[in-house]
């Protein structure tokens, strides 16, 4: 397997544009997790999916955030409209089990909002 | 919140010498783990120990865990300049997601 895939690399917007950042997990992961790294807060968990749900958003900063997961092997952050505080490091990681086990983390998708 | 912080927060050392980073938490947990990050890249997996375990090994990484002072230790011995990377633990408890710690920065100098 590739890994965690994740696209753009990196993301330089205009303040009051929409974003969307894309994650491909391991094929038979069954949670996907979305996190967000900045120097002041370090990583911070924003939502995760199990087997494609939604299972605890209350990381997610704002409305303006969304997250989805279609299908078992995709799934998409959108901030809409962005704002420069949500400059940042985005990662996707996806793992077998929600705890006990090792999350796998794609590349990160460095976003910088003007 | 996130439940483990690291100490030191910086850590520079000379290639050859071993490295000693701390996490501390603050309630019982089942597992505990630690990561690598190197600049510009993701996480990636280290170790895991469970809370019924005190000491674990994985080439030249020794981890700790005293539950009774909720502390961790991650020893790298025989450092090397690829050793160089932010390091965090990451904890779990009774079927709750895991949280990161804020991450050790190793320096090594060659």
Known sequence: ???VIQSPRHEVTEMGQEVTLRCKPISGHDYLFWYRQTMMRGLELLIYFNNNVPIDDSG???DRFSAKMP???FSTLKIQPSEPRDSAVYFCASSLA???VEQYFGPGTRLTVT | SQQGEEDPQALSIQEGENATMNCSYKTSINNLQWYRQNSGRGLVHLILIRSN???KHSG??????DTSKKSSSLLITASRAADT???FCATDASGNQFYFGTGTSLTVIP
């Open chain 1, 60 to 62: 997610m900063p704002e």
């Open chain 2, 53 to 55: 375990e005190r000491e």
């Open chain 2, 60 to 65: 030249r990484l020794r981890v700790t865990l």
């Open chain 1, 71 to 73: 299908n078992a092997s």
């Open chain 1, 1 to 3: 397997d590739a890994g």
């Open chain 1, 98 to 100: 929600l705890v006990g």
């Open chain 2, 85 to 87: 990377a932010s390091y």
